[in-house]
């Protein structure tokens, strides 16, 4: 366990101590760790498995099936493109690949700056408003091509503010 | 909050709850209330800044006194959407924007004046309608499962007392637990998650089983791309779902109920933390609930974005902390479910009509639908047609009644191709169907399946091997990998349709395709990959020929498959003016040397090699002179 800190072990652990009375609670605890630190590397697998006495083969099994959990640290921004059946037939392809082109990353990658992921999100049930992109859970709605431009350059200036 | 023990406790604050819902609609004294759409589409359009500012200015102008102002669930017309309602008036107002808040505060709210145009326009009439019930779109509807939703304040259990809430289960805490069961076959409920299993026949399942640990679990692991009314149900009655989990679970002999729930949904995930919560304070949930020896919780895990967990048995795994893999059945859940123990696994929906059955009886739902499916289903229309949203129908309604009539039809004067039942799992339907009234078997006779309720429409723009392979992409990525007729052969089969798309396939690809399709149907362990293939078996069914004109005349007709269409500018409407060479990213346009007659400038042209059919220079002409081939 040498890359982490003393802070996120007590952090982790005290993730793991939350579900001490559910039964198989794995996946709420991983969930926990993936909204906090944005990803669930193996050495806080291992420290999980020691908390939850599950094996770490098991808990890799899990982490890996599930496309929420992620071994590799995501973007600052994750752009969710959605690509459900009511955003597809009203053209989220094009506005898939135009996040894709600006921003040099096919869905699924980070930018090298760690400020933008795009993942292709499969029906966010805002059919209403298609389609729809949800960039860290705000939800964009009736998205044009010709506004991506702008999304990003905000989000950009934003992101750059704050850093 | 005092606890409520006793059934004549729960009648005294119901009664109380109900007088106070009811004075805010009917504005007793004097007083009026404000409510906005609370749903995920409504508050992705500003819906709760738009609160905030009602909020604001009512304190502002000293209004606090006479004025509420509340969010509700879903209204279900999301195309329209953010929708403010105003009683005892009851004027719904519409595409609300938070610039027009003001205006309703000054004219409406203080000056007694209706805002004409922000009421809805009736698009055959052209007339303004002000009130929600004589919208066209809602005139057709029955709410049952949407019951609450959109009227009541889903954040408040005193509005969902008001409105009924709990009288179901205290009826059913009054009988006999085979009576509960009884009740609910008789009301003819069958699974609104997708299969149409009688429901009350898995709760006799579970019954049966000897006693001991028992689970309910609530899938509301809505994947089905283009369904939301689960998410919606949630979000605008989460009270009603929990009632239904706990007379489910009074009647199977279970404790404890685990919603199961997609990360996707937070809107929906913390209105139901609130409600379980708000239950277990006023004593609804809890031990010996209403004096009674029934004890039951309520608990909540998150899905974390896997389309198979949707399937039961791998719903149960997920709880359980594992890859969410189907198990073989038997032993069905009801028999070995979660940890081993009989379980029902029951839709949101599903869960959610069970206490208007206890509440008003099974003839409150037989009397709706058809022979074999009674009652009403819940539909998210999307696509390609005007009235977007959500709606609830008796089953039996046409599929042209619930696309012209409720949907308003299609949106630029396209004409329709098909409507997609089902999601991923379900096929297409197409003119020759409309006239078909929509019930479980009567889908499935046609190739189709009723699924969740998901029902996108497609005109004449959409290609239907797209659409095939678009399933097929969303399929592959989501198989579980498991067995093997779904992990190798959804794989091979989006490779086949890509191959076609591409205008690289040949007939006999065509006939491997079709035979692979079937042999997965066949081989596969669970739903999801026996009914992989529909896609594709039932947009061949439907629309062989767009198979055919892909493979041999290596053309889409809807012209969406990119690497069978290119973009030509016709010449002579060229007017050179060089705007699609300057929006072309790939430089592919170039000036030519021919002046057609009577323009001043050379023409251009796209070198066919470079381009790469964007379509940047099709949307930037303003002569109309770029045409795709």
Known sequence: MAHLSEAAVAKIREICDRYAGERTPLMMILSDIQKEYGYIPLEVQELVSEKTGVSVADIYGVVTFYSFFSLKPKGKYIVGVCLGTACYVKGAQQVIDKFSEILGIAPGETTEDGMFTIDALRCIGACGIAPAVSINGKVYPKVEVKAIPGIIEELRAEGGANA | MSKIKTFEELEAKQRECSSCLAAKFKGEAGKRAVVLCGGTGCLSSNSAEIQEKFKKLIEEKGLCDRVTVNQVGCFGFCSQGPFVKIYPEDTLYRLVT???????????????????????????????VAKQEDITFYKKQVRVALHGCGNINPEDINEALGDGAFQGLAKALKMDRADVIKEVLDSGLRGRGGGGFPTGRKWQFAYDQPDGEKYVVCNGDEGDPGAFMDRSILEGNPLAVIEGMAIAGYAIGAQNGYFYVRAEYPI????????????????????????????????????????????????????????????????????????????IVNNVESLACVPYILRNGAESITKYGTERSRGTKVFALGGKINNVGLVEIPMGVTLRELIYDIGGGIPGGKKFKAIQTGGPSGGCLTEKDLDTPIDFDNLVAKGSMMGSGGAIVMDEDNCMVDVAKFYMEFICDESCGKCSPCRIGTKRLLEYLEKITDGKATMKDLEELEELANTIKIGSLCALGQTAANPVLSTLASFRDEYIAHIEKKE???????????????????????????SCPVDAIQKTDYTAPGKKLPSYQIDSEKCVKCGMCLSSCKFKAIVKK
């Open chain 2, 98 to 128: 938070i610039d027009d808040v003001e205006e309703i505060v000054e004219k409406d709210l203080i000056g007694g004046e209706v805002i004409e145009r922000l009421l809805y326009v009736d698009p055959e009439t052209k007339e303004k």
């Open chain 2, 268 to 343: 929906a995930v913390n209105r139901l933390k609130l409600a379980i919560q708000q239950a277990e304070e006023i004593g609804l949930l809890g031990d010996n609930i209403l004096g009674t020896d029934f004890s039951f919780r309520a608990h909540i895990r998150l899905g974390a974005g896997a389309f198979v967990c949707g399937e039961e048995t791998a719903l149960l795994n997920s709880i359980e902390g594992q890859r969410g893999m189907p198990r073989p059945r038997p032993p069905f859940p009801a028999v070995k479910g979660l940890w081993q123990c009989p379980t």
């Open chain 2, 556 to 582: 889409c007709p809807a012209k969406v498959c990119k690497n069978l269409m290119r973009y030509t500018i016709e010449q002579d409407k060229c007017f050179g003016c060089g705007v699609c060479a300057r």
